[in-house]
């Protein structure tokens, strides 16, 4: 016996050192595949970082999101992390027959608390096997490579409780109830001898541990290595959501290498952004919830995340010379692994040649997205889908010089008249002349009257050149009037905020917008801005600063929730109707600006605010964001019209936003739905201005 245990152990000791030398080499392999990248910044904000990892990580936050497919995922990542202790005992039982663990008087409470986490996590197997394969959602792929794991957490399970009740009989122990389980084990096969329990016990010991270190190998080289990815990726995730990257134009003239701006090389990704892609789980969440994908286009955020790390995988193993499959005996015929056996300059020069727009992500899907964010909302963690996109965009734009013909046309009309129509900028200021009962004064106005202002009143192009977006603007500046706040428009000095250039790829038009603006507003001394517009919102308060900007950015919901709080409006008039509000992306995902809009039209007496289905974090985009606002839909349905009829599903008389561009979407919707006689279209601040202005009627669609 005492031999048969010390070849037992030794065996057991080089087949565990292997395994772990396995399981380093692909994490290395995998780093240097991730170096490959440019280096990133890092801001040290370690408090925000470790809450991160406290909330998302080990609070399941996002996950839990999804009830069900949470409820299943937190009872595997907690029992496989308080099973290990019982894997521990389990592995003692088989080097040293008749020890354990040394718990002393605690021990027999550990093995019946393993048990009962043992069962748990068979639980969540079957629950997992039955939403993939039975259920069959839509999201989750199938096949045997996507159960796998199910199949080796199954098998660890039930081999460590077969496992222990061999023990029982072979060490002559009697059932007990805290092993209750291996006590049933042990009650059926209750005919074996010892000798064959023993048999038995090292059959199911084997079974468990050589799964176990199978598992180990397996986990870094497949989807499953986001359980080492993820809180890495959690981490270094970005502090403001959606913020993007500045990019630096300042040119070397004495360089060699080719100019390019954006993403066109996978090498050309940060390295933190690299990580994402190794930290993908492939639930299919992001593109469960993607407008683009939901309405029958080419984007799915998820397959654009495996394709570019499938990619970089096969291009680092022909780069860096290392096999990203191990053990690479076993897989010398994949292509990963090939192309490292023969890496050198041929085999990168074919991945030189290759490019990653085109023969690993297409234009259609970049073009198709809306930036709305709500693949990263959903993704459980935390991957970053937009910044990649539009890196990939600015290449595009700003390397190849490729545009969409109708997004070109807009870019080009900002270039010149400072908004996406081509309208003169002289007739940026007309709006006014629709109520002359408001006043809307002009800083200029007010420097000749010796006046002061608290905020500029940013109108945005939308404000200013379209009419439907003319009658917010008015109502907004009538509360603001009403309420004694003082504020100013730049008037025809007022451009562009850039937001469009920048989320189509032109980031160099961005940049000239971006410090013209500023310039505009430091002449002027402006300390607070309010806008309209979520997106001029989103983009002054977030990415400004990094261009020298230091003011205070609000949006128009807020200082109206604020006025309403502190009673300077007072809705008084009941406005009767059945209201759902949508959430605009940039004010909601990009800020976490849920409540002030609601609160608004809570406060309004009369009204009832009903929910869609897909509301606040989950709402789903317009369809105008990224700039799509200025193209037409070609493939698959209208995102506006597929958003307005689930607006439509709660039965509401009106539908309303936050968002002049939201606001004209939905407004075409109602229009494609042929209801817009019957149910209306209307800005928070248009609502509350019927409530609170009720000596005059003020103009609404």
């Known amino acids: 016996m005492e031999t048969f245990l010390l070849i037992n152990t030794l065996l057991f000791s080089a087949i565990t050192l292997y395994a772990f030398y396995l399981f380093g080499r692909v994490i290395a392999t995998r780093v240097a595949y991730i170096r490959l990248g440019k280096k990133s910044e890092f801001d040290g904000d370690m408090k925000e970082r470790i809450r991160r990892i406290i909330t998302i990580v080990f609070g399941q936050s996002k996950l839990l999101k999804d009830k069900k497919s949470g409820a299943i995922h937190v009872m595997m990542f907690y029992g496989f992390i308080l099973v290990q202790f019982g894997a521990i005992d389990f592995i003692v039982k088989g080097i040293s027959p008749g020890n354990h663990l040394p718990f002393g008087f605690l021990y027999p409470g550990f093995t019946f608390f393993q048990e009962i986490v043992t069962l748990t996590i068979l639980v969540a197997v079957i629950w997992a096997f039955y939403r993939r394969y039975i259920e069959k959602l839509v999201r989750l792929k199938r096949g045997l490579k996507a159960g796998l794991v199910l199949i080796f957490i199954g098998t660890l399970m039930l081999s460590v409780l077969f496992g222990n009740g061999m023990a029982l009989i072979w060490h002559g122990e009697s059932a007990t109830w805290t092993e209750p389980v291996a006590s049933l084990f042990a009650t059926i096969f209750g ?15 084997w079974i468990h541990n050589l799964t176990l270190l199978t598992f180990l190998v397996y986990v870094p080289q497949s989807k499953h290595a986001h359980l080492i990815a993820a809180p890495i990726n959690v981490f270094f995730s970005k502090h403001i959501p959606g913020k993007l990257k500045k990019l630096d134009f300042e040119i070397d003239e004495e360089s060699e290498e080719e100019v390019s701006f954006g993403v066109g090389k996978v090498e050309d990704f940060e390295q933190v952004q690299m ?57 010398s015929s994949t292509q990963g692994n090939q192309l490292a056996k023969r890496a050198n300059n041929e085999a990168a020069a074919t991945f030189e040649s290759m490019s990653l727009i085109g023969d690993v992500i297409t234009e259609e899907e970049l073009n198709a997205c809306t930036t709305c964010r709500n693949c990263e909302e959903a993704c459980p963690v935390m991957n970053e889908h937009v910044d990649k996109i539009i890196d990939l965009r600015r290449y595009l734009v700003m390397t190849e010089g490729k545009m969409d013909a109708e997004v070109q046309r807009a870019v080009m009309n900002i270039e010149r008249q400072g908004n996406p129509w081509g309208l003169s900028k002289k007739d ?19 420097k000749k009257e010796g006046k002061e202002f608290e905020y500029l009143f940013w109108v945005s192009s939308m404000g200013s050149f379209d009419a439907r977006s003319q009658k917010i603007a008015i109502a907004f500046a009538k509360l603001m009037n009403q309420a004694g706040i003082s504020f100013a428009i730049l008037g025809n000095k007022e451009a562009n905020s850039g937001d469009t250039a920048r989320r189509i790829g ?114 789903m985009c317009c369809g105008a964001g990224g700039g799509l606002m200025w193209t ?15 607006a439509l599903a709660v039965e509401p008389t009106v539908i309303s936003s936050a968002c002049p561009y939201c606001l004209t979407m939905l407004s075409d919707g109602t229009k494609a739905k042929e209801v817009e006689e019957d149910i209306s279209t209307m800005d928070v601040a248009e609502i509350l201005a019927l409530s609170v202005l009720v000596e005059e009627e003020v103009k609404t669609a």
């Not at 005919?191 to 023993?198: E, N, Y």
């Not at 029958?296 to 995988?313: A, C, F, Q, W, Y």
């Not at 037409?632 to 689930?646: D, H, K, M, P, Y």
Request: charged share 25%; proline share 6%; with cysteine.
């Open 191 to 205: 005919f074996l001898s010892p000798q064959a329990a023993m048999v038995m016990f090292f059959i199911a010991w």
């Open 275 to 331: 990580i994402d892609f190794y930290a993908c789980v492939e639930c299919g969440r992001c593109t469960d919830v993607c407008p683009a994908s939901g309405t029958g286009k080419m984007l799915s955020p998820m397959d654009l995340m495996v394709k570019i790390r499938d990619h970089l995988t096969e291009k680092g193993a022909a780069v860096t010379g290392k096999s990203p499959w191990v053990p690479a005996y076993a897989f």
């Open 428 to 446: 940026r200021i007309k709006w006014r002349e629709m109520d002359e009962s408001a006043y809307i004064p002009t800083i200029k106005e007010l």
């Open 506 to 619: 032109n980031e160099f038009l961005f940049q000239e917008i971006a410090e013209k603006n500023i310039k505009e507003f430091e002449k002027n001394e402006v300390k607070k801005i309010v806008t309209i517009d979520p997106h001029a919102y989103n983009i002054f308060k977030n990415e400004y600063p990094d261009f020298g900007f230091e003011g205070e950015v609000y949006h128009h919901t807020q200082l109206l929730y604020d006025l309403v709080m502190e009673g300077k409006l007072k809705p008084t008039k009941p406005i009767n109707e059945r209201l759902t509000y949508h959430d605009s992306c940039y004010l909601g995902r990009y800020n976490g600006v849920y409540d002030p809009p609601r609160e608004i039209l809570l406060a309004i007496p009369g009204l009832e605010l009903v929910e869609m289905d897909r509301s606040r974090e989950n709402g």
């Open 632 to 646: 037409e839909e070609t493939t698959g349905n209208r995102i506006n019209v597929a958003r307005t009829e689930q």
